[in-house]
């Protein structure tokens, strides 16, 4: 923002200019106070959903490689195919679960990044002289959210979701899932070529239905936010 460009809009019932200096120093240590207990949660969030995911992707690599040593044992014949559509199984259940997780985790991330951006609008409202200095967005709707994840420029929405670990994720859960669906269908005897088929929809189908899913969490968050401060044109 420049210093000849619109200001935001600031917060309604502001009463910080009436507050004394005592008053304004106690307020912004209580905000400080918020501020660091958020940066808390969410870097404890962040590190334990990607320890989950660190974990999965290790269990399917381990998963993937006993499988492949069981079949140089048993010719891939015999008990080989029970095996391995239970540990296909379970690598799916636990790619389902570490992914509802993930996508908990981004929504519960888009608020740490709200509320601390409530926090920089309640210190410009102490102050209004020190928002200048602020790289990330003192306004606590979506185009300030925006701006506190990248400042420098806008991002396209479809270099956020491929880049992220959640798109990670979801497209490891989905291979597995297509593999089990695929293995599913060559024990009960179909051919090759239709469980090839069923397997790529299962995947394709997790993948959209995963990716569907977490959007209308995003926008269901926006709809029920109410900003306190708003940007510029927001």
Do not use: K
């Amino acid at each position: 923002m420049t210093a000849d460009a619109p200001g935001p809009e600031s917060s309604p019932d502001d009463e910080s200019e009436h507050l004394t200096d005592a008053q304004r120093s106690l307020r912004a240590q209580m905000l400080a106070t918020e501020h660091w207990s958020l940066l808390a949660s969410r870097s404890t969030t962040q590190g334990e959903v990607l320890t989950r995911i660190a974990i999965f992707i290790t269990l399917v690599s381990a998963g993937l490689l006993s499988l492949g040593v069981l079949g140089n044992v048993t010719g891939f014949r015999g008990w080989f195919g029970v095996a391995a559509l239970g540990v296909l199984f379970l690598l799916t259940f636990l790619g389902l679960i570490t992914l509802v997780r993930v996508y908990n985790t981004a929504t519960e991330d888009l608020m740490y990044v709200v509320a601390m951006n409530r926090l920089r609008g309640a210190y410009a409202d102490l102050d209004p002289g020190i928002e200048r200095y602020f790289l990330a967005s003192a306004n606590d709707d979506i185009v300030g959210a925006q701006q506190t994840y990248y400042s420098f420029h806008a991002r396209g929405s479809g270099s956020v979701v491929f880049g992220s670990s959640m798109m990670v994720i979801t497209v490891v859960t989905a291979a597995v899932a297509g593999l089990f669906t695929g293995g599913v269908a060559i024990g009960l005897d179909a051919p090759v070529w239709l469980a090839v088929v069923l397997g790529i929809i299962a995947g394709l189908a997790l993948l959209v239905g995963a990716i569907l899913r977490g959007y209308r969490m995003y926008l269901h968050v926006w709809r029920t936010h109410v900003p306190l401060r708003t940007s510029a044109g927001g």
